[in-house]
């Protein structure tokens, strides 16, 4: 059973930086593909930013825009997703959701192509 935290978000102003975290345990994060997403409440989970079993990363342009940056350490078997110049429409809750299915690196955008996902980490930007 693959078990997946976020951690990082927290309160930050305008312009300010956060650097999430997501763990697994279970299973190496290199096998599989990590994508972030954030959700608004009231609404659907909407695609961040993907890192692939291959290596590839895919990124929501309309939302990222040069800003953010998803890498993996594998020796920590954990995928950050750095978030700098942050706005007031970033406040969400971020999810993490992990995949080992062929589809989760070639359709890293869906939601549907993860398996396992954490309870998700507040991100609050202040104007």
């Known amino acids: 059973q693959v078990q997946v935290e976020e951690s990082g978000g927290g309160l930050v102003q305008t312009g300010g930086s956060l650097r999430l975290s997501c763990t697994a345990s279970?299973?190496?994060?290199?096998?599989?593909?990590v994508g972030w997403f954030r959700q608004y409440p009231g609404s659907m989970r909407e695609f961040v930013a993907a890192?692939?079993?291959?290596?590839?990363?895919?990124y929501n342009s309309n939302i990222v825009k040069g800003r953010f940056t998803i890498t993996r350490d594998n020796g920590e078997n954990t995928v950050y997703l750095q978030m700098n110049s942050l706005r007031p429409e970033d406040t969400a809750v971020y999810y993490c959701g992990v995949g080992f299915r062929g589809d989760s690196t070639s359709y890293p955008v869906s939601d549907s192509s993860y398996d396992y996902w954490g309870q998700g980490t507040q991100v609050t930007v202040s104007s």
């Open positions: 279970g299973r190496s994060l290199r096998s599989g593909a």
């Open positions: 890192l692939g079993r291959n290596g590839r990363t895919t």
